[in-house]
T-cell receptor
Framework: GAVVSQHPSWVICKSGTSVKIECRSL??????MFWYRQFPKQSLMLMAT?????????EQGVEKDKFLINHASLTLSTLTVTSAHPEDSSFYIC?????????????FGPGTRLTVL | GQQLNQSPQSMFIQEGEDVSMNCTSS?????WLWYKQEPGEGPVLLIA?????ELTSNGRLTAQFGITRKDSFLNISASIPSDVGIYFC???????????FGAGTILRVKS
């Protein structure tokens, strides 16, 4: 099956610092990757859609200058939370799609727990 | 924005019982997906549905894509303790690749 990894699995940082989260598709090429955030006991909220080689498309209300997304290759997308603040603490999950024959499916990474002190 | 109404919000059942949960929407979806999420992990795809009326099984799980394309249900038969988790429905609009998620159903199983 399609495997998506995320790194790191958890991170604690000080307020004002930047944190980079990596999302990799391990056994397939993902033309599109998605970034979600999830607060405790809530559903997944789509932040942005990332297409390889082009700029990400952000959902309404998501600050593109704060959440920088780079999708430099078909197997790697990164999310950088810039100048993180405690309210950015959340569970960040990526997903990858574009698998041939299953283009409508999205396969999720294991998530990254971000805690900003 | 688009919304999916998922119910029930939570269930606490006896091991061996069958479980049913559903999602409805005012919008027509092209694809319905059901995911399970365990604490501290990402969602895992359980069943994908692509055609109105489609009924698909995956072991003890059965899901259907509603005829109107505005709803879907997931059934779990003979529940076991490892079924515990949060189940999410997700829909995909025609012509798009974004997913809209339901609020989730928390399943707890008493053994």
């Amino acid at each position: 099956g399609a495997v998506v990894s995320q790194h790191p699995s958890w991170v604690i940082c000080k307020s004002g610092t930047s944190v980079k989260i990596e999302c990799r598709s391990l056994d397939f090429q993902a033309t599109t990757m998605f970034w979600y955030r999830q607060f405790p006991k809530q559903s997944l909220m789509l932040m942005a859609t990332s297409n390889e080689g082009s700029k990400a498309t952000y959902e309404q209300g998501v600050e593109k200058d704060k959440f920088l997304i780079n999708h430099a290759s078909l197997t790697l997308s990164t999310l950088t939370v810039t100048s993180a603040h405690p309210e950015d603490s959340s569970f960040y999950i990526c997903s990858a799609g574009g698998l041939a024959g299953s283009y409508n499916e999205q396969f999720f990474g294991p998530g990254t727990r971000l805690t900003v002190l | 924005g688009q919304q999916l109404n998922q119910s029930p919000q939570s269930m606490f059942i006896q091991e061996g019982e069958d479980v049913s949960m559903n999602c409805t929407s005012s919008s027509i979806f092209n694809t319905w997906l059901w995911y399970k999420q365990e604490p501290g992990e990402g969602p895992v795809l359980l069943i994908a549905l692509y055609k109105a009326g489609e009924l698909t099984s995956n072991g003890r799980l059965t899901a259907q894509f509603g005829i109107t394309r505005k709803d879907s249900f997931l059934n779990i038969s003979a529940s076991i303790p490892s079924d515990v988790g949060i189940y999410f429905c997700a829909g995909q609009l025609s012509g798009g690749n974004k997913l809209v998620f339901g609020a989730g159903t928390i399943l707890r199983v008493k053994s």
